[in-house]
């Protein structure tokens, strides 16, 4: 199984190497008119263990400085958004995201982007505020949430009131039908229930932020068409989603793609790999890594198996008229 992947990235090496224009996209690692919008969760000072959602404050640090010192301009989502409807960015902008409106956004990671001067965005939950039984992660009470916004270099949003959970596999609170006295709700009663979620949110965050609440973060990613059509109604403009990627002005506003940067295992190295990969998808390296990413995961995936079971079927039909073809090779 181990020779699937090697042939792919051996085939895909040869391929790139008759390529000049590959080799000279790969070169450039500056961008431009594009946002890096990059995504944490929860952060620990050291006590608790991280795992693949939360990362320790000196890895934060460090991947904000690296990105400073190479060259990196982080921007607000201001100007993310002024950027979305026509505006301008500094080449090799980033946007810094958090998830979840955890305690650990204004007791550890703001005090960091502040002493850097980087501005962000905390997608809020915001039944979680001031409620001590929501999870067991603590998160913001209101007055940490004015005192992160207090000097506008930061911004809270939308990530739900109390639909921050999943359904099944494919559906969270957002975008499921839910049942109701064990009846399945009607589209109507569905859209009233999430625009009122999304609008309880707002209300509460208003008071808050300076500028509008006209941004979300899908829980857990998961969205589709009726949910987007339900935060356009709700007046939301931009929604951010959990795919990897890189936002340029026709990405859809309300599917916007971003990169996670809060994983211990990656360093700052590997995030500035990872921005470049999705800034330049047509690079050399960048194909590299989708080509051996599909070569890892193909043995996994069901329709790999199907797709070999018809080559086997293919290469015995062949065989077989072949052999009729040409008569019976086992006759005397």
């Known amino acids: 199984m181990n020779t699937i992947p090697?042939?792919?990235?051996?085939?895909?090496?040869?391929?790139?190497?008759?390529?000049?224009?590959v080799h000279a996209a790969a070169s450039k690692s500056e961008y431009n008119n594009k946002v890096a919008i990059l995504m944490y969760h929860h952060m620990t000072d050291g006590v608790?263990?991280?795992?693949?959602?939360?990362?320790?404050?000196?890895?934060f640090d460090d991947q904000l400085s690296y990105l400073q010192r190479k060259g990196f301009h982080f921007i607000s989502l201001r100007q993310y958004i002024d950027f979305m409807k026509g505006g301008t960015v500094p080449s090799n902008a980033v946007l810094v995201t958090f998830d979840d409106g955890y305690e650990s956004y204004s007791s550890?990671?703001?005090?960091?982007?502040?002493s850097k001067n980087i501005p962000s965005v905390a997608f809020i939950i915001?039944?979680?505020?001031?409620?001590?039984k929501y999870g067991y992660?603590?998160?913001?009470?209101?007055?940490?949430?004015?005192?992160?916004?207090?000097?506008?270099?930061?911004?809270?949003?939308?990530?739900?009131?109390?639909?921050?959970?999943?359904?099944?596999?494919?559906?969270?609170?957002l975008t499921a039908y839910l049942?109701?006295?064990?009846?399945?709700?009607?589209?109507e009663q569905y859209q009233k229930r999430v625009q009122g979620d999304v609008t309880a949110c707002k209300n509460q965050l208003m008071p808050i932020n300076a500028s509008p609440i006209d941004t979300f973060a899908y829980p857990y990613g998961i969205h589709d068409r009726k949910s987007e059509e339900v935060l356009r109604q709700a007046n939301i403009q931009f929604a951010?989603?959990?795919?990897?990627?890189?936002?340029?002005?026709?990405?859809?506003?309300?599917?916007?793609?971003?990169?996670?940067?809060?994983?211990?295992?990656?360093?700052?190295?590997?995030?500035?790999?990872?921005?470049?990969?999705?800034?330049h998808p047509y690079s050399m390296d960048a194909i590299l890594h989708r080509a051996n990413h599909l070569a890892r995961q193909a043995p996994h995936r069901k329709s790999f198996w199907a797709l070999c079971f018809l080559l086997l079927i293919g290469i015995g039909y062949m065989g077989y008229r072949q052999i009729r073809k040409s008569g019976n090779p086992f006759a005397a």
């Open 137 to 173: 992660i603590p998160h913001m009470t209101h007055e940490e949430l004015k005192q992160v916004t207090a000097d506008n270099l930061a911004e809270v949003q939308c990530h739900t009131n109390n639909l921050h959970y999943l359904v099944d596999k494919r559906h969270n609170g």
């Open 179 to 187: 049942k109701v006295n064990g009846i399945k709700e009607t589209q």
């Open 48 to 59: 608790n263990k991280p795992n693949t959602d939360i990362m320790t404050t000196k890895q």
């Open 126 to 132: 915001t039944s979680a505020t001031d409620n001590k």
């Open 6 to 21: 090697r042939i792919a990235i051996l085939l895909t090496t040869l391929f790139l190497l008759l390529i000049p224009t």
């Open 108 to 114: 550890l990671a703001y005090p960091i982007l502040k």
């Open 240 to 279: 951010f989603t959990v795919k990897e990627g890189i936002s340029t002005q026709k990405t859809n506003r309300l599917a916007i793609p971003r990169i996670n940067g809060g994983s211990p295992s990656i360093t700052p190295a590997d995030l500035e790999a990872i921005i470049i990969r999705n800034a």
